[in-house]
Structures are given as structure tokens and as C-alpha cells.
């Protein structure tokens, strides 16, 4: 009876021992025992993603159609094709440079100030030189930056060629920026639908460690559209408002010389004219000069004043010298 005893006992602990070893083994990342978990790396913003974030069906089906999330490929695509769609409106940043030369200075400066303001414009920056040929200067000269609407860009051109003075140079341009409006356009519709996302996953984080993350991600997303924003506001401006340059250079009149000829006594009469001229002219400089050098003269005077005292009392002595030896010479005879 004991032997049968011990025999079944056996025979239990061995079906135990076969069931315990037939068990499949725990994989290696689960095997990380508490204490090794507290010290493992903290989850990538992927992997917070992952975490949080509701089920690849519920997602698709919150979002509408034109803001599914896209893959980089299929983005990148519509980004590119986004600027150059058939019927997108182009946007070119036009600019042009004028050299004008103009014998009615006045006339035209205020022609083309006043209708940059009549065409809704502005005048950027203005500035003058020189002196007026009326005045006897070499002539005034204008440096203008001015701004109209794009719409009415040609329109103001024409007026220019054909209102203002002789067009001396002439430099126009135009810079196609619709690739570089419309990406940048798809890639703030892309940034804010990243930041919408991060907000649904930052409102589902526990983790401190995730939601500091989470948090410095959202703000950089912010900065970045901002900073696009910015750029989409720049091209805009400089899309709907042309340049124009202008440098208005004022130009003497042309003078029309005609030649008569002239009968004798009008060729007698310009003589007379011009001898008399000559000699009013050599007076009048006779004159100032002894005006001019009155100072001098009456220092020369004096000197000469006294030269001549000095002179005529040496020539009195002189004589007198002469005549009392004349009279000693006389006495001595007799």
C-alpha cells in the first residue's frame, strides 16, 4: 500500500513538472523587472503618438476629407502641384525703372505725384537735388519710390510714357512667386493640422515627462506658422503693390538761334555801343581801384610829402653853401 502510495505521488509531481515546462517564456521586454523600468528611456514623441492617440478608423472619421492626414509623398505632391493648378491665380511681383529727362520739371513731378495718389498708390520715398537752371543752377534732379496697385500697374506705365518728358532708360521685371505663395500656404494648412493633433494627445497625456514634450512641441509648431504667416502677409503685399523707381532729371530748354543781317548804320551804332561800354567799364574799374587802394595812396603821399621837405631843405643848404663860398672866394681877390 505504501509503495502504491508513493507511486502516484510520483507520478503527480512529474505531470506537474511536464505542464510547468510546456508554459511559453515571458518575452525579454516584459521580463524588465520594476526597478530596470523606472530607468528605461522615456518614449519618443512617436511613441506618444501611438500612446494617446485613438484608433487609426476613429481618426480618419473625425476628420473631414480635405484634412485627412496625409502621407510625406502624397503631401509633397499636392504642395508642388498646389502652385502651378490650372486656374490658380498667378502671383508675380512686378517692378519697374525709369530715367526721364524733362525741360518742364515742375510739371511733371507733380503729375506723377498726384496720380500715384489718384490711383490709390503711395510714394515710398522721394527725394531732390541740385539747383534750378532759372536760377542759374545746372538743374534739379528727382529720386522717387513710389507703389501702386498691381491692377493698375500697366495703366499707370502708359501714362508716364506718354504725359512725361523724354524716356531716357527703362528697366522692367517680374518675379513669379506662385510655387513659393502656395507651399508655403500648404505647408501652414500641414503645420496647423500637426498642432491640432498634438493638442488631442496633450489633453489624453498623463506622463509629466509627456506633456512637457508635448507642450515644446505645440510651441515650436506656433512659431513656425507664425513665422510663415508672416511670409504669406510679405509676398501678399509686395504681390498686390508694384514698384516703380523713377529718376527725373530736369534738362535746359533748347534756345533757337536766328541770324538777320545788319545794315551799316546798326553795325556803326553796336560800335559806338560797344566802345562806350568799354570805356564805362575801364573807368568804373579805375575807379574802384583807387578806392580800393585809397589806404595805400595816402601812406604813399606822406612818404613822398617828406622825401620831398627832406630834399628841397638839402638843396637850401646846398645853395647857401655855394653863395658863402662864392663871397669868401670874392673878398679873397681883392
Known amino acids: ?3 502504491i ?3 502516484i505521488i510520483s507520478l503527480v509531481f512529474t505531470l506537474f513538472l511536464a505542464v510547468g515546462c510546456a508554459a511559453p517564456a515571458a518575452p525579454a521586454s516584459e521580463a524588465v523587472s520594476a526597478p530596470d523600468a523606472a530607468f528605461a528611456p522615456a518614449a519618443d514623441e512617436g511613441s506618444l503618438s501611438k500612446q494617446y492617440a485613438p484608433p487609426a478608423a476613429d481618426a480618419a472619421a473625425e476628420l473631414p476629407a ?3 492626414p496625409l502621407d510625406p509623398e502624397t503631401e509633397e505632391a499636392q504642395s508642388v502641384a498646389g502652385g502651378g493648378a490650372i486656374g490658380t491665380p498667378r502671383k508675380v511681383v512686378k517692378a519697374v525703372s525709369y530715367s526721364i529727362e524733362t525741360m518742364e520739371y515742375d510739371k511733371d513731378k507733380m503729375f506723377l505725384e498726384q496720380r500715384v495718389a489718384t490711383l490709390g498708390g503711395y510714394v515710398e520715398k522721394s527725394e531732390m537735388y541740385g539747383m534750378s537752371i532759372s536760377e542759374g543752377g545746372d538743374g534739379r534732379q528727382m529720386q522717387m519710390v513710389a507703389w501702386v496697385p498691381s491692377d493698375r500697374y500697366n495703366s499707370f ?3 508716364i510714357e506718354g504725359n512725361t518728358g523724354k524716356i531716357v532708360s527703362k528697366n522692367q521685371s ?3 512667386v506662385t510655387q513659393q505663395y502656395y507651399d508655403t500656404e500648404a505647408r501652414v494648412k500641414t503645420l496647423k493640422l500637426q498642432q491640432e493633433r498634438m493638442e488631442a494627445i496633450l489633453a489624453k497625456a498623463e506622463k509629466l515627462d509627456d506633456i512637457i ?3 515644446k512641441e505645440i510651441t ?3 512659431t513656425e506658422v507664425e513665422s510663415l504667416t508672416e511670409t504669406l502677409r510679405r509676398l501678399d503685399n509686395i504681390v498686390d503693390m508694384s514698384r516703380i523707381d523713377i529718376v527725373l532729371t530736369e534738362k535746359e530748354p533748347i534756345k533757337i538761334f536766328t541770324t538777320t543781317e545788319t545794315t551799316l548804320g546798326e553795325r556803326i551804332g553796336k560800335g559806338l555801343s560797344a566802345t562806350l561800354s568799354g570805356l564805362i567799364k575801364f573807368f568804373e574799374g579805375f575807379l574802384v581801384f583807387i578806392v580800393a587802394a585809397l589806404p595805400v595812396l595816402i601812406i604813399l603821399a606822406i612818404i613822398a610829402v617828406i622825401i620831398l621837405l627832406i630834399i628841397r631843405r638839402n638843396n637850401r643848404k646846398n645853395r647857401e653853401r655855394r653863395r658863402l663860398r662864392d663871397e669868401t672866394k670874392a673878398d679873397t681877390k681883392e
Do not use: P, Y
Request: no cysteine.
Open 1 to 3: 500500500m505504501r509503495k
Open 5 to 7: 502510495l508513493v507511486t
Open 66 to 68: 480635405s484634412e485627412a
Open 157 to 159: 506705365l502708359n501714362e
Open 174 to 176: 517680374g518675379q513669379d
Open 213 to 215: 514634450k508635448l507642450d
Open 220 to 222: 515650436r509648431i506656433q
